[in-house]
């Protein structure tokens, strides 16, 4: 039997559809606006199952216990710090386990760029599942609007309730970007970090890792849109920029600190990626 609410201590706040309808037709609110969110704690039982799917996008966020989402046929296990994404008007089921039933936050979503953010997390049917690396982060965002929500669901409720809604979702994005601890490109990113003062080959820090070097610059790419040695450039010029601005320095001190024995080439490598000389950037008005 479907069991979609009634858990002890459940926390959950449904906005009015006729106040989503309005929400939706305002010029901030209609990008994004959450239509309900809330708290389930040990869900013992909890089954919802919706075979036409659902109006809103859902989020839901695993903090403890277990369960599943069922999307097109195919059922995915939902662990403790996962967060399942599943799309607006998809038919769909979920549940908790039965040993250990789910915790879950969750939200559902509504607006105009919710194709844009479901594009930045990358969520898909085969893949509805992303590993949180900051589940405290992501679930204070959902407990900001469920506490909202409490309160109020005013229009100056609903568009901030908004904001911290797209805050959760590029949060979840750049969550399943991020590697996890110990992964190759993980313990690849920190090698480069720990030598922004230094240079590497792409080939040996493949083989630091365990990968092969196609394999690694194909990670890179997925992560940061460039390759690996894009990627420590732009870590060795975060470094300049913040010389530049919290030193005296000059410039050819400022190479030397960020692996440049040659001071002209590093201000080319600069100005290539700045568009202005590391002089010209110093002397620009900041803040």
Same mark, same amino acid.
């Given at each position: 039997?479907?069991?979609?609410?009634?858990?002890?201590?459940?926390?959950?706040?449904?906005?009015?559809?006729?106040?989503?309808?309005?929400?939706?037709?305002?010029?901030?609110?209609?990008?994004?606006? +959450?239509?309900?969110? *809330?708290?389930?704690? $040990?869900?013992?039982?909890?089954?919802?199952?919706?075979?036409?799917?659902?109006?809103?996008?859902?989020?839901?966020?695993?903090?403890?216990?277990?369960?599943?989402?069922?999307? *097109?046929?195919?059922?995915?296990? @939902?662990?403790?710090?996962?967060?399942?994404?599943?799309?607006?008007?998809?038919?769909?089921?979920?549940? $908790?386990?039965?040993?250990?039933?789910?915790?879950?936050?969750?939200?559902?979503?509504?607006?105009?760029?919710?194709?844009?953010?479901?594009?930045?997390?990358?969520?898909?049917?085969?893949?509805?599942? @992303?590993?949180?690396? $900051? +589940?405290?982060? +992501?679930?204070?965002?959902?407990?900001?609007? @469920?506490?909202?929500?409490?309160?109020?669901?005013?229009?100056?409720?609903?568009?901030?309730?908004?904001?911290?809604?797209?805050?959760?979702?590029?949060?979840?994005?750049?969550?399943?970007?991020?590697?996890?601890?110990?992964?190759?490109?993980?313990?690849?990113?920190?090698?480069?970090?720990?030598?922004?003062?230094?240079?590497?080959? +792409?080939?040996?820090?493949?083989?630091?890792?365990?990968?092969?070097?196609?394999?690694?610059?194909?990670? &890179?790419?997925?992560?940061?849109?460039?390759?690996?040695?894009?990627?420590?450039?732009?870590?060795?010029?975060?470094?300049?920029?913040?010389?530049?601005?919290?030193?005296?320095?000059?410039?050819?001190?400022?190479?030397?600190?960020?692996?440049?024995?040659?001071?002209?080439? &590093?201000?080319?490598?600069?100005?290539?990626?700045?568009?202005?000389?590391?002089?010209?950037?110093?002397?620009?008005?900041?803040?």
């Amino acid at each position: 039997m479907e069991r979609r609410e009634g858990f002890e201590h459940q926390r959950l706040c449904v906005v009015p559809r006729p106040l989503v309808d309005q929400a939706l037709a305002r010029p901030v609110t209609r990008r994004l606006v +959450v239509t309900d969110a *809330g708290l389930f704690p $040990a869900a013992e039982g909890h089954l919802r199952r919706r075979p036409r799917g659902a109006a809103e996008a859902i989020v839901i966020v695993c903090v403890d216990g277990g369960g599943w989402v069922e999307l *097109g046929g195919a059922r995915t296990r @939902v662990a403790a710090g996962t967060a399942a994404l599943i799309p607006a008007g998809t038919p769909h089921a979920y549940g $908790a386990d039965d040993g250990r039933p789910w915790t879950i936050w969750w939200c559902h979503l509504r607006g105009s760029d919710l194709g844009d953010l479901w594009d930045a997390v990358g969520a898909s049917l085969e893949r509805p599942i @992303v590993s949180l690396h $900051a +589940v405290d982060r +992501v679930t204070a965002l959902l407990d900001e609007i @469920v506490s909202g929500l409490e309160r109020d669901q005013s229009p100056a409720r609903l568009l901030a309730t908004a904001g911290i809604a797209w805050r959760l979702m590029t949060q979840i994005a750049v969550d399943r970007r991020l590697p996890e601890l110990g992964e190759p490109l993980e313990r690849a990113m920190r090698y480069l970090e720990e030598r922004v003062d230094g240079s590497i080959r +792409v080939g040996e820090l493949a083989r630091l890792v365990g990968v092969s070097a196609s394999h690694l610059g194909a990670l &890179f790419r997925e992560a940061t849109g460039g390759g690996v040695l894009a990627h420590h450039t732009a870590l060795k010029m975060a470094r300049a920029r913040r010389l530049l601005d919290t030193t005296r320095l000059n410039v050819a001190e400022v190479a030397r600190e960020v692996g440049y024995a040659d001071q002209f080439y &590093f201000s080319r490598q600069f100005r290539r990626m700045h568009g202005l000389s590391p002089t010209a950037y110093r002397e620009q008005r900041k803040g």
